[in-house]
């Protein structure tokens, strides 16, 4: 007979739901797993998981069944072995077995929901096995509060947020890599659907929840992604006060999606409400554990590391911020989430549609020269992923610009006109790929350069 597991391995599984490392789902077996009290924790329906058994060795895994449904088990090794399985309640004991000499070996259990405990074993053999097991994973469904996927449940409504809910209220548990998160950086205006379908959903799978955030505006993003996501809900939250920021509903509904995007808007805006709340914190957990943050126009302004801040001063304008290195619309703040695959970058948007070129160059001008520019055009997009992968959609262009050895930083002082030559521009497009750690791309590269003395300051006369 098994026994029930003991205060403190239960302690243990408490640790581990409330610190979030439950939510990343494990991939590889940790010993000591010898016994159900040292259990592996974060098994995760249809993930496999690879280990190894030696002689006089157990492996014990953990997992949490939310609903009544069919548990299945594969458990693959080499032909050579002969490596067994036991499925247990919390208590009792096994409710089923797998112990043929087949490979890989299989079953299934007709299960209530609850705790379940999985013991592997070698009858013979010693080495290699992989372990995969699908269960029902996914929220219990419903309203008043949906399931708890190592957030607890979900908060009441603060009084004056105005949310849009489409899909389940139930918080969908993904299977996600932690440290694997990307970001989509969107140029504005029409928005990009193969971005969203093509790039995101093939990144944290179909079924998850989805959060759209702005401070402005309403529900116009539920319908679009719930299809191209074929996710199992988008909420919307406006957001437009820090005391909003700082509710528990927001912080929930975040940190428990698998992807959050920002509306546009104004990201001094965002920054005014946002900066320093638990909005922010829970923005930056679901980039950790792996899932995708990104935004358009403004949204894409916060994915950088150095932003573009005119926080109630009009925006600036090509034409004239090249006349004065220091002029008085140029600002920054400090970045709003760290993307470690966008260190020293900076963003833009609405690119050729408004000559920004000019401004996006002086904007780098403020910051050493390892800095870059990520400039996007409307309808475009670039998905990066946390090796620095990116690749382009859309029917826009996005530009990286960025010093190299030729480039001259000629004049660059408050009050002058800025003279700046020979600065890198790779022009992407659809299907284009840039490496954003190794520089390497498909775009085509030219250099421009900058002279604010005259009317016409590009060369060449048209740098785009």
């Given amino acids: 007979?098994?026994?029930?597991?003991?205060?403190?391995?239960?302690?243990?599984?408490?640790?581990?739901?409330?610190?979030?490392?439950?939510?990343?789902?494990l991939t590889s077996e940790s010993e000591s797993n010898d016994t159900e009290a040292t259990a592996d924790l974060g098994l995760c329906s249809n993930t496999t998981v690879a280990g190894n058994l030696?002689?006089?060795?157990?492996?014990?895994?953990?997992?949490?069944?939310?609903?009544?449904?069919?548990?299945?088990?594969?458990?693959?090794?080499?032909?050579?072995?002969?490596?067994?399985?036991?499925?247990?309640?919390?208590?009792?004991?096994?409710?089923?077995?797998?112990?043929?000499?087949?490979?890989p070996e299989t079953g299934s259990y007709q299960g209530t929901a609850g705790t379940y405990f999985l013991k592997l074993s070698r009858y013979s053999g010693r080495g290699w096995y992989d372990l995969t097991v699908t269960f029902d994973q996914g929220g219990s469904g419903g309203g008043g509060g949906g399931s708890d996927c190592g957030y607890g449940s979900r908060p009441s409504v603060p009084s004056g947020l105005s949310h849009w809910l489409t899909?389940?209220?139930?918080?969908?548990?993904?299977?996600?890599?932690?440290?694997?998160?990307?970001?989509?950086?969107?140029?504005?205006?029409?928005?990009?659907?193969?971005?969203?379908?093509?790039?995101?959903?093939?990144?944290?799978?179909?079924?998850?929840?989805?959060?759209i955030l702005r401070t402005s505006g309403s529900d116009g993003y539920n319908d679009y992604l719930m299809g191209l996501m074929q996710a199992d809900s988008v909420e919307t939250l406006l957001v437009d006060t820090r005391n909003l920021a700082n509710s528990d509903y927001v912080e929930w509904v975040v940190q428990s999606a698998e992807f959050v995007f920002i509306a546009g808007g104004d990201q001094s805006d965002y920054l005014n409400q946002w900066q320093g709340?638990?909005?922010?914190?829970?923005?930056?957990?679901?980039?950790?554990?792996?899932?995708?943050?990104?935004?358009?126009?403004?949204?894409?302004?916060?994915?950088?590391?150095?932003?573009?801040?005119?926080?109630?001063?009009?925006?600036?304008?090509?034409?004239?911020?090249?006349?004065?290195?220091?002029?008085?619309?140029?600002?920054f703040s400090g970045g709003?989430?760290?993307?470690?695959?966008?260190?020293?970058?900076?963003?833009?948007?609405?690119?050729?549609?408004?000559?920004?070129?000019?401004?996006?160059?002086?904007?780098?001008?403020h910051h050493s020269n390892s800095h870059y520019s990520i400039s996007a055009d409307e309808n475009s997009a670039i998905?990066?992923?946390?090796?620095?992968?990116?690749?382009?959609?859309?029917?826009?262009?996005?530009?990286?610009?960025?010093?190299?050895?030729?480039?001259?930083?000629?004049?660059?002082?408050c009050g002058q006109p800025v003279i700046y030559e020979d600065v890198l521009r790779v022009k992407l497009q659809s299907s284009d790929t840039y490496n954003f750690n190794t520089h390497n791309h498909t775009g085509s590269a030219s250099s421009f350069s900058i002279d604010g003395r005259n009317n016409n300051f590009y060369t060449p006369t048209n740098p785009y």
């Avoid at 403190?8 to 439950?22: D, E, K, N, R």
């Avoid at 998905?383 to 001259?408: K, P």
């Fill in 383 to 413: 998905f990066v992923t946390a090796n620095g992968s990116g690749v382009v959609d859309g029917g826009g262009a996005v530009y990286v610009l960025r010093e190299q050895t030729s480039t001259q930083r000629t004049q660059l002082q």
């Fill in 167 to 211: 899909g389940s209220s139930a918080d969908s548990c993904a299977n996600l890599q932690s440290g694997d998160g990307a970001a989509l950086l969107m140029g504005g205006g029409s928005d990009v659907d193969a971005s969203f379908s093509n790039r995101v959903r093939p990144h944290v799978g179909t079924g998850v929840d989805t959060v």
């Fill in 336 to 365: 709003f989430v760290s993307l470690p695959m966008l260190t020293n970058s900076l963003t833009d948007t609405h690119f050729a549609e408004r000559d920004r070129l000019g401004r996006s160059t002086v904007f780098m001008g």
């Fill in 54 to 103: 030696s002689r006089n060795d157990t492996d014990w895994f953990e997992f949490e069944m939310n609903s009544d449904g069919t548990i299945n088990i594969s458990l693959d090794h080499h032909s050579r072995d002969d490596f067994d399985w036991d499925l247990y309640r919390s208590s009792g004991s096994a409710v089923a077995s797998g112990a043929s000499s087949s490979v």
């Fill in 277 to 331: 709340t638990k909005l922010q914190t829970a923005l930056q957990s679901v980039f950790d554990k792996g899932g995708v943050i990104g935004g358009t126009s403004a949204g894409m302004a916060l994915m950088a590391s150095s932003i573009y801040d005119p926080d109630g001063i009009s925006g600036a304008v090509s034409d004239e911020v090249v006349t004065d290195f220091c002029h008085q619309t140029i600002n």
């Fill in 1 to 25: 007979m098994k026994t029930i597991k003991t205060i403190q391995a239960i302690s243990l599984a408490t640790f581990f739901s409330i610190s979030g490392c439950a939510n990343a789902c």
